[in-house]
Structures are given as C-alpha cells and as structure tokens.
C-alpha cells in the first residue's frame, strides 16, 4: 500500500547551517513522484521540489536539494543555508504512477535559530 | 494569472446544514484533490479526480460527495455537517507528472 512517513515532528537549525528534513515512503508502484512541500504559519501551501522515480540524478531547486536513495526507499529535502524565514512546516508527499494519488506525510516542523 | 481559485475563504455552518466548497483552476490541469487539515495535522486526501468524469476517494471520503463535470471545477459537496468536520479545506491540481499546486484554502468552521 502506498505509505509516506516523517518521523521528526520537530527539527532545530542555526542560521546558515544546513538541515536534513527525513522522508521514507513504500509503494510497490515503480513508477512514481516524490514532493516536498513548505507550509510557513500564514498557511499557504507551496511546492518546493520534485524527484521522479526514474530520475538519474538529485533533484535540485536553488537552496533545496532532494537526497533520493532508491533502495532505502527514502527522499530526504536538504535545505542549505538555513534562512530565518525557512521557518515553516515541512512536508514529504507521493504520487503513484497509476491511480494518481497524492498523500502527503505527517509533517516537520522547522525552526531557524538566529 | 489565477492558479488554482477556492471559494469561500471562510465559512460557519451549523450543524446539519450542506455546502458546497468551490475549486476552479486555470492551468489545464488533468488530476485535482481535496484535502482536509486539522489544527497542527499533515494534509488528509479527501477525494481526487484524474480527469473530467473521473473521481475516486481518498483517505477520509466519508460525508463528502465531489463531481468534475469539467477539467477546470472540481466541487466539494459537505451533507449534513458535523463538527467533526472543521477544518482547513485545501484543493490542489496538477499535472500526471510534478508538483500539484494548491489554493489558498477554506476554513470552515461547523457549530
């Protein structure tokens, strides 16, 4: 069954350090798309990166960065150089190929310290 | 340049009264969702469509109807509230393949 899963409810990073934001998932679809999402305190949704299955290589967006291990069965986000407004709740999300369902984890909460 | 449109932004219902919440997107989007967030909670898939005439349940479908009649609307239909039922209400569309982008989502408030 398709399955996504956070385990840190809570994470705490200086500012201009790096953060890894953990991610493991199952699915016995080969095909299919692995998201991270930042929710900041106003509420919005906003899409952050995008890693598909059959992706070669990281995916990369400016200051995030997604660490795709396929065996593991894990997409943790890599945000460098933590900013004060990185500030946010943090979430992993899936996609399968067939279906085209899209759930979403339980959530990170990051918190940038000056 | 509107993405995805939710109506209302906030809505009180009483206790056994319907609505209906509104999603339109004009980015010819195939795949549209509905998700529920409770206060401090992930997103929860209520209902998702792959295409006009199209929808399937999600996590928690239950007390809610959703039709896609066309590619841009994807309404939900909440009978019967219950206070169960408060929540932030999030609609989302996307393509097959990459990121969904979401609305700005419906507080609703069931008393």
């Known amino acids: 069954a398709q399955k996504i899963t956070q385990t840190q409810p809570g994470m705490f990073v200086q500012e201009k350090e790096a953060v890894t934001l953990d991610c493991t998932y199952d699915?016995?679809?080969?095909?299919?798309?692995l998201f991270w999402y930042k929710q900041p305190s106003s509420g919005e949704m906003i899409f952050l990166i995008y890693?598909?299955?059959?992706?070669?290589q990281n995916a990369t967006e400016g200051r995030y960065s997604l660490n795709f291990q396929k065996a593991r069965k894990s997409a943790n986000l890599v945000i460098s150089a933590s900013q004060l407004g990185d500030s946010a709740m943090y979430f992993c999300?899936?996609?399968?190929?067939?279906?085209?369902?899209?759930?979403f984890g339980q959530g990170t909460e990051l918190s940038v310290k000056p | 340049n509107a993405g995805v449109t939710q109506t209302p932004k906030f809505r009180i219902l009483k206790i056994g009264q319907s609505m209906t919440l509104q999603c339109a997107q004009d980015?010819?989007?195939?795949?549209m969702y509905w998700y529920r967030q409770d206060p401090g909670m992930g997103l929860k898939l209520i209902y998702y469509?792959?295409?006009?005439?199209?929808?399937d349940k999600g996590e928690v479908p239950n007390g809610y109807n959703v039709s896609r009649s066309t590619t841009e609307d994807f309404p939900l239909r909440l009978e019967l509230a219950a206070p169960s039922q408060t929540s932030v209400y999030f609609c989302?569309?996307?393509?097959?393949?990459?990121?969904?982008?979401f609305g700005q989502g419906t507080r609703l408030t069931v008393v």
């Open positions: 989302a569309s996307s393509y097959p393949s990459g990121g969904a982008f």
């Open positions: 699915t016995s679809d080969p095909s299919y798309g």
């Open positions: 890693q598909g299955s059959y992706d070669q």
């Open positions: 999300a899936m996609r399968e190929g067939r279906g085209g369902k899209l759930i």
């Open positions: 980015m010819n989007h195939n795949y």
């Open positions: 469509s792959v295409g006009a005439g199209i929808t």
